[in-house]
């Protein structure tokens, strides 16, 4: 049976790692003009389909107005496309050509970074530390 203290001590350690990561993230994404938040509404679109901002707020656990000053921002940096969906209401975003080929520069930039960070650690290490992530941020969702 796992203490309170040992699930305490999971969370510090959790916090311990978040706010460097996120820093060191920030600082590489920074010659680039972007922030970590900016970066991750990036990946979400990286597949290429075109996503409504609702989808995409759920996504990233943002509210929805953050996430349309966002793409806002990366519009002007012509960065992402909006367009009207079924709905002419409805508003979608995509990557641009110009937000692919960032995207590609940003990750050669940020894959060495990342994967400096996962040495030491096998696959199913970090397929593990993966599921616990994944389950706690269902947990979440639930309460």
Do not use: C
Request: hydrophobic share 40%.
């Amino acid at each position: 049976m796992i203490t309170l203290k040992e699930k305490l001590d999971f969370f510090k350690s959790y916090s311990l790692v978040h706010r460097p990561l996120t820093n060191f993230i920030n600082h590489i994404l920074e010659k680039h003009a972007i922030s970590s938040s900016y970066w991750r509404l990036l990946r979400v679109l990286e597949n290429g389909e075109s996503k409504n901002f609702g989808d995409i707020s759920k996504e990233l656990i943002v509210e929805k107005p953050a996430v349309t000053k966002m793409i806002k921002q990366l519009s002007v940096q012509e960065m992402v496309e909006i367009h009207s969906g079924h709905d002419k209401r409805e508003k979608m975003v995509k990557l641009s050509q110009y937000g692919k080929e960032k995207l590609a520069v940003i990750r050669s930039d940020l894959n060495p970074f990342l994967e400096d960070l996962l040495k030491g650690l096998s696959q199913e290490q970090i397929e593990h530390a993966i599921e616990v992530l994944d389950t706690i941020r269902k947990n979440i969702e639930r309460i």
